[in-house]
């Protein structure tokens, strides 16, 4: 080996941590690079594939009840290509020993073998429920440990208790991924509606279109054409969804996350070749004596650049044997962390070619362009400045100014110093040293504040991030105060209720909702999307919105609501006391806008208005399904037992109750969809940046 090389191989061997140091710098931006470019390229592949997959619905349906003969017209529309119908109700499970219950929905099929509509993917256990069997979809792993084989519990309203047997776990990317607060969901065929007391009927409709799969438009168009023909055979289609083959609903908030995460990665890299560019120029430093022996035994300038540009080649080398195989591993880690929260499922673990060819460009790329400049500055010292050991004299020769500046510097702390031995003040000598090294290299100082500087805002940008996120989450919480949220399957008196609610001590207030589904049409008469209605008292207490514009239900409001500023999508430009063509229980309508909030806006449009108008026009005056209700404390623990005791007390009063849930749930399940992403992104972030700080 020519002594040059041995000459870099020193280098590298010689001082351990220094090399350890620059190729930590270099590893930990390429490593990020690589775990986004990776994750983001297999969730693009895998994603729509999964979806795709499964023959996801293109259209839902959910209407009136409705029989087998009226569904063989539905398949025989134009524009249809498959169609198939669900029977969807809720129940109560729990396995057996358990004491805690948790609703699900049971979805019937008919024939789970010629299922054509929103495949199952098998997890564990059978595929095919036979008579008095159960598919339980894996979300509901979350909630109970239950494995294919046990007997688990339901209630469904005032049947009793009564045991299903648990033949299979299964995953369902398509039913669930439109309707984001749905709770888990359960699987049997028509066979076992007998235990449940249930008809053999239907009351939803999943289709997928002939041509135009992945057009919007045109699946909105055969949408709309179905429904006014549905409508007209007498049937209420209460709400509709319509989605894409393959493209997963979840796409763009899945790539807005991977997009900041790059940015952040993208980052990281910037800092790091500061780092890089600041640790070469200490090691020139370092090795001017080195470089002056080179030059006075026939060494050229471009023969020391060589061996330092190796130098740096070999950084980034080393820097790559750690990041690449980190890298691969944590963009499968990351893409199937997203996957697991989202509902689909991956095609395997594989090499991404180009974040493999990502990774090896910054890898190289990174040190070299911040190295080339200090090893053209090292290179090209004189022999005696080399030998002196004063690289920064030399920078300081070249530049009369640059001499200046120092002398004024200096200048400037010897009086400084003298001014403060006047007052006694004396200032170490090796503190003065300090100083005054500290700013010879301006160049250098630079660059370390501004490494320093933008590092520090990354990690406090992050955190700020993370802080809103939380904050936003408690704000989510103001719209549902209530400790308890108690359902029933019959309308109820308000005062039958509160007389009975407050006869437990621990109940300081109740209130009746109300609660409609509505569409937003397009002047055309289509649906432009779906909107739920809450109808809370005008004066509640439950409720303390977040405005954007407008204000809040009052009492005596008639066909005004507030909304979510969800309806900016479609409406860009409204204002206050512009009107909505809505169809409110099966008539258009046109509604006030007093009021525009923020909220979540995965499960389409929210909107408030007052119980007084709402309830009267379902004919429920003083009467409500559902009720909320406040306690003497408000912890998540108290909240579940109250939960639980009030839904026995009342079923032990003869109230047919349908479900009753702790008020930590609701905020749970409305805010998790759209703030655990980012959260997670902050959460991945942080790691990120702590592994760089």
Do not use: C
Request: a negative charge; glycine letters at 8%.
């Amino acid at each position: 080996m020519r002594p040059r090389w041995r000459k870099v191989l020193s280098d590298l061997i010689d001082n351990k941590a220094r090399t350890l140091l620059v190729v930590l710098s270099i590893a930990v931006g390429v490593f990020a690079i690589g775990v986004i470019v990776g994750a983001y390229k297999i969730i693009e592949a895998d994603m729509g594939k999964s979806y795709a997959a499964n023959n996801p619905a293109n259209i839902e349906l959910r209407m009136d009840e409705f029989d087998e003969d009226f569904l063989n017209t539905i398949r025989k529309f134009d524009g249809i290509k498959e169609a198939e119908a669900r029977y969807v109700f809720g129940v109560r499970i729990r396995p057996l020993g358990e004491t805690k219950w948790t609703s699900i929905d049971v979805i019937t099929m008919q024939d789970f073998e010629e299922n054509k509509v929103n495949l199952l993917v098998p997890v564990s256990g059978a595929t095919v429920p036979q008579k008095n069997e159960i598919l339980l979809e894996k979300d509901i792993l979350e909630e109970f440990d239950i494995a294919p084989g046990e007997m688990v519990e339901f209630q469904f309203r005032e049947e009793g208790i009564k045991t299903i047997r648990v033949v299979g776990i299964v995953q369902d990317s398509s039913t669930g991924a439109i309707d984001f607060l749905a709770p888990p969901l359960g699987y049997i065929s028509t066979n076992t509606l007998k235990l449940f007391n249930q008809p053999e009927i239907y009351n939803r409709i999943f289709a997928t279109v002939e041509t135009g799969q992945d057009d919007e438009e045109h699946i909105r168009s055969v949408l709309a054409d179905l429904k006014e023909k549905i409508e007209k055979n007498d049937y209420a289609v209460w709400r509709t969804f319509n989605s894409k083959t393959h493209e997963h609903p979840l796409e763009s908030t899945v790539n807005a996350v991977l997009g900041i995460l790059m940015a952040l990665g993208i980052l990281i890299v910037f800092l790091s070749s500061s780092l890089i560019a600041n640790t070469l120029s200490a090691l020139l430093n370092q090795h001017l004596r080195h470089i002056g022996v080179m030059k006075l035994l026939g060494g050229r300038d471009n023969i020391i650049f060589k061996m330092y540009l190796v130098l740096l080649l070999a950084f980034g080398l080393l820097s790559l044997l750690i990041a690449i195989p980190a890298g691969g591993q944590g963009a499968y880690w990351l893409a199937n962390f997203v996957a697991t929260e989202m509902g689909f499922s991956l095609l395997g673990y594989r090499i991404v070619p180009i974040a493999f060819i990502t990774q090896v460009a910054v890898g190289i790329l990174v040190p070299l362009v911040a190295g080339f400049m200090p090893v053209i500055k090292g290179s090209r010292v004189t022999v005696q400045k080399a030998l002196s050991g004063d690289l920064a004299r030399e920078a300081g020769e070249q530049d009369e100014r640059g001499a200046e500046r120092e002398s004024r510097t200096e200048r400037f702390q010897l009086k400084a110093a003298s001014m403060l031995a006047d007052r006694g003040i004396r200032i170490p000598r090796p503190l003065l040293i300090s100083l005054r090294n500290t700013f010879r290299q301006r160049g250098r100082l630079m660059l370390t504040l501004f490494t320093l500087t933008m590092g520090g805002a990354i990690f406090i940008s992050v955190f700020n991030v993370r802080v809103t996120l939380y904050e936003y989450v408690q704000n989510i919480g103001d719209y549902f105060l209530a400790d308890v949220t108690i359902s029933f399957d019959k309308a109820y008196r308000l005062s039958e209720i509160e007389q009975f609610a407050y006869q437990d001590p621990r109940v300081t207030y109740v209130e009746g909702w109300s609660f409609s589904n509505a569409e937003i049409l397009n002047p055309d008469g289509s649906t432009a999307d779906n909107i739920s209605i809450f109808a809370p008292p005008a004066d509640s207490k439950l409720v303390s919105p977040m405005l954007v514009d407008g204000r809040w239900i009052q009492a005596g409001d008639i066909k005004k609501l507030d909304i979510s500023e969800g309806i900016y999508d479609y409406y860009p430009n409204i204002e206050m006391g512009d009107r909505l063509l809505m169809k409110v229980n099966g008539k258009e309508e046109s509604w006030e806008v007093i009021g525009i909030f923020k909220f979540i806006g995965m499960e389409g449009m929210l909107g408030y208005a007052p119980y007084e108008y709402i309830s009267r026009e379902q004919n429920l005056a003083n009467r409500s399904f559902s009720y909320r209700i406040v306690t003497e404390e408000h912890g998540r623990a108290y909240q579940e037992v109250m939960a639980k005791d009030m839904d026995a007390y009342f079923r032990e009063n003869g109230f047919q109750v349908s479900e009753s849930s702790p008020g930590h749930a609701t905020l749970d399940s409305a805010s998790e969809t759209s703030v655990l992403p980012a959260h997670s992104a902050a959460r991945l972030t942080i790691r990120e940046v702590l592994a760089y700080e």
